[in-house]
């Protein structure tokens, strides 16, 4: 015998697929579907797990219960064929999203002298607490957010540069090399962790999801850390792809 909550499901799936719930539209509250529907809250709530782990839907920290659209396109960025920011006349990010079909932008949220703090301070080989500039990104995909840019730098060695302005960035490494800190090497380290109530406000998560967290440091040809950036990516709408990487016979 098939559960109600299924049944509701169903009903709710065929709705979301004929157009009555449109992507990124909000379903009804829970208590109005119960009382439509005639059924109990506990049903409904059962249904929206169901659609949820079907992918048709995600809770949205101060939204809802939002539709997701099964023919959003993920974001495959390329790693290393440039600065992730601006290359030419548009971002990297936006130039990688135009290669695939979909209109991307980056905003700009911030530019900030800060305290580095303890993971910061380590990749830059600072002690805590020293001044490092921070530039903080957020990326869209056909109008939707899909990852949080965060780039730290030495304050003594970007202070005065265009780095340090509230502007959009050409290339950040060719700012470092006028700096004298030319771009060498890069580390890099990527986790699947849960994400904060502040990725998942502003990435519009679900509560209690995860985020790829890709942290990366960038060190110069005197093997100093000049750079440490952190993507924190929607792993539903972002890949990270890995091209023509050498391999050095053994």
Do not use: N
């Not at 932008?105 to 990749?123: I, N």
């Not at 780039?151 to 340090?164: E, F, N, R």
Request: charged share 25%.
């Amino acid at each position: 015998m098939v559960a109600l909550y299924q049944i509701l499901a169903e009903e709710l799936a065929r709705d979301i697929v004929a157009g009555t719930y449109p992507p990124r539209s909000v379903l009804p509250r829970i208590v109005d579907i119960a009382r439509e529907r005639g059924v109990a809250r506990e049903t409904v709530r059962a249904a929206i797990g169901v659609l949820t782990e079907r992918g048709l839907v995600r809770s949205v920290r101060r939204r809802g219960t939002v539709v997701l659209d099964p023919a959003a396109p993920k974001v495959r960025l390329s790693r290393y064929r440039g600065p992730l920011l601006l290359t030419g006349d548009l971002a990297s990010w936006e130039a990688e999203c135009r290669d695939q079909g979909l209109q991307g932008s980056v905003q700009l949220l911030e530019v900030t002298r800060e305290a580095a703090g303890s993971e910061v301070a380590d990749a830059l080989g600072l002690q805590e607490r020293a001044a490092v500039l921070r530039r903080a990104h957020r990326v869209f995909a056909q109008g939707e957010p899909v990852q949080l840019h965060s780039a730290w730098y030495p304050y003594d060695l970007v202070s005065g540069t265009p780095l340090a302005a509230s502007t959009a960035i050409r290339d950040p490494h060719d700012v470092l090399a006028r700096a004298g800190a030319v771009p060498a090497a890069v580390s890099e380290a990527i986790r699947l962790r849960p994400c904060t109530s502040v990725e998942a406000t502003a990435l519009q998560l679900p509560v209690g999801g995860c985020v790829l967290d890709v942290s990366r440091t960038t060190s110069d040809s005197a093997h100093r850390p000049v750079e440490h950036q952190s993507v924190i990516a929607d792993p539903a709408r972002s890949v990270l792809a890995y091209d023509g990487i050498e391999l050095i016979a053994g």
